[in-house]
């Protein structure tokens, strides 16, 4: 196979899910030429890979009011549905990149390594490998790391956080007083669909699925007690199967294990749901709450959260509980997580949280922003997410166009293209 020429552009994002997306459409509409890569050979991030397919948190806003609106418009499983399928994200996803003349994506490409610029110790892109020993690489005036993982950002130089902050490290009082490198539970989610033909038996309590959400319906929420096949709506499920820790987020071989061992767990309920008439669909991947974090100018933490901060320079605005599922609170016989404080008040993002301590050239955002552990189990959810990639990509977009850094950008600047038509991202909860 030939080799890819090298190419150059104004932003590159790198990661194309619910934070990176927006961050690309984001700048596109700000009048940025954007590429955007992905190392899956196919967009959308956690539906596609973890099959976290329903959004919590608040607000929807922006792009993803608008990805939400194709959901539910073109492709909804079922009329009032509350969760879409992978296939649904990837084709609206898909929809609103074509509409982007700016925008180009890469799939099945993996960043290996981070380009510096020759005057300066700034990011200048990345190198991609997309077999070994097979690179190019793609320059930029910005990056927006959009891994989740904040490998990019790591492997950038950047300072990074991994598992819990002890109590001193930022005056948490949920913060435990030595820290360590416990991070959230994984979790492998399911679909499960009845088998036409097949008469519906009685079906044992469903010991190992923490949470089932029918398909269809207003009025069903997540539910304390499983929602067992046949109960309420026979036709389709989304499924939480157990929770497992793992030993490091960062390691492929880690998560390999925590596969494994979240298998072993889920496998007599599976068997149980294939001989009651149903079939299951298991995610590609176990999901991974947490990863690396970045530190950058300014450190989000549960006192933030709490006391529903909204600094001058806030991009995006978050609404959701600490979710913080914590290994050593998961129920080795259900898998539940014992959580503190899950209604807080609501909250801005800064911008400095998005700009990555020391670095030139880069802003970090989504899974991997600057946060406390604690305060991570917030923002990490995928309507949270998208503000902030969208907002990094309006900021990206203005740092090319003026040649400025990500630091020297008054935010201002930021907040006022981000309130314009095209990009109509939410501000503030005055603002419905």
């Excluded at 990206?396 to 095209?422: G, I, M, T, Y």
């Amino acid at each position: 196979m030939a080799q890819h020429d090298d190419l150059s552009t104004d932003i590159l994002v790198v990661g194309a899910g619910a934070s990176g997306l927006p961050a690309a459409i984001g700048a596109a509409r700000a009048g940025a030429k954007v590429i955007c890569i992905e190392e899956d050979p196919v967009v959308g991030g956690a539906p596609s890979d973890y099959y976290v397919c329903l959004f919590y948190g608040r607000p929807i806003t922006g792009i993803l009011a608008e990805l939400d609106h194709l959901l539910k418009t073109k492709y909804a499983p079922t009329a009032r549905a509350q969760f879409f399928l992978p296939s649904g994200y990837q084709r609206a996803w898909r929809e609103l990149i074509a509409a982007e003349p700016n925008l180009h994506v890469i799939p099945a490409a993996r960043a290996v390594s981070v380009l510096h610029r020759r005057d300066s110790d700034a990011v200048a892109g990345v190198t991609v490998e997309v077999i070994p020993g097979r690179t190019f690489n793609i320059s930029s005036k910005v990056a927006i790391d959009a891994t989740g993982s904040g490998v990019v950002s790591d492997l950038a130089g950047c300072t990074v956080m991994y598992g819990r902050d002890a109590k001193a490290d930022f005056g948490e009082p949920h913060a435990p007083d030595v820290g360590d490198d416990q991070v959230q539970a994984c979790t492998w989610m399911y679909f499960i669909q009845g088998i036409p033909g097949i008469e519906d038996k009685p079906r044992a309590r469903a010991v190992h699925v923490n949470v089932g959400i029918p398909a269809r319906g207003e009025d069903h929420l997540p539910h304390a007690e499983p929602v067992l096949p046949g109960e309420t709506d026979p036709e389709l499920y989304l499924q939480w199967g157990c929770a497992v820790e793992c030993r490091d987020t960062r390691d492929p071989l880690a998560l390999a294990e925590a596969h494994a061992k979240a298998y072993e767990v889920m496998a007599p309920e599976l068997d149980r749901l294939h001989e009651n008439g149903h079939t299951v669909h298991l995610a590609p991947r176990i999901g991974v709450r947490e990863c690396r974090r970045i530190r950058g100018e300014y450190v989000i933490t549960e006192n933030d959260i709490t006391g529903g901060v909204f600094p001058d320079d806030t991009v995006a605005v978050a609404d959701y509980g600490f979710d913080d599922w914590r290994p050593h609170r998961v129920s080795e016989e259900r898998g539940n997580v014992d959580e503190f404080g899950a209604a807080t008040a609501r909250y801005g993002i800064p911008y400095r949280a998005l700009i990555p301590q020391g670095v030139n050239g880069l802003l970090a955002v989504g899974k991997c922003m600057s946060g406390t552990h604690i305060a991570q189990s917030s923002f990490r959810v995928m309507p949270i997410a998208g503000s902030i990639g969208q907002a990094a990509g309006v900021a990206a977009a203005l740092c090319a166009k003026h040649n400025a850094q990500p630091r020297d950008l008054d935010p201002e600047d930021v907040r006022a293209v981000l309130r314009k038509k095209q990009q109509h991202l939410q501000l503030s909860f005055d603002d419905n």
